[in-house]
């Protein structure tokens, strides 16, 4: 049985089925095996509202300090409703077998706009160098 301090929120929930729709990127996680000094990504950010939206795409290490030498293409770009398109995220090794790394998409909020909200969501992502 459902409390009665319940139903509000519930019907709240209910009236309100685009609210709950949020921003995506796909795939969220991957291994990527890579016989170069480099790995790349293919991202699909993803817009679900109806309004464009302006995007960055930016890549950390596992620790979320931002990988200064990733290549991201587009970096960033206005992205319309219902969309989404591909980006390429190229991750040197840096010396090392082997790289973890987070790649998030993030929407950046317009100027003089009375919403002022970045939201972000980010996937894991591994390269291995094979030789």
């Known amino acids: 049985m459902i409390s009665k301090c319940l139903y509000g929120p519930l019907a709240l929930l209910c009236a309100l089925p685009g609210a709950v729709s949020a921003q995506s ?46 290549r991201v293409s587009p970096s960033e770009f206005m992205l319309g409703g219902d969309a989404s398109r591909p980006v390429l995220v190229v991750v040197p090794f840096n010396g090392t077998s082997e790289r973890k790394v987070r790649i998030c998409t993030e929407s950046i ?21 094979r030789s």
């Not at 302006?54 to 200064?68: A, G, L, M």
């Not at 909020?109 to 160098?129: E, V, Y």
């Open 25 to 70: 990127m796909s795939p969220m996680r991957g291994e990527i095996m890579s016989f170069s000094n480099v790995f790349a990504v293919r991202v699909y950010p993803a817009n679900p509202y109806k309004q464009r939206i302006k995007i960055s795409v930016r890549v950390y290490d596992q620790d979320f300090y931002p990988v200064k030498d990733a």
């Open 109 to 129: 909020p317009f100027p003089n706009d009375q919403t002022q909200i970045r939201a972000q969501i980010c996937g894991k992502f591994l390269g291995q160098r």
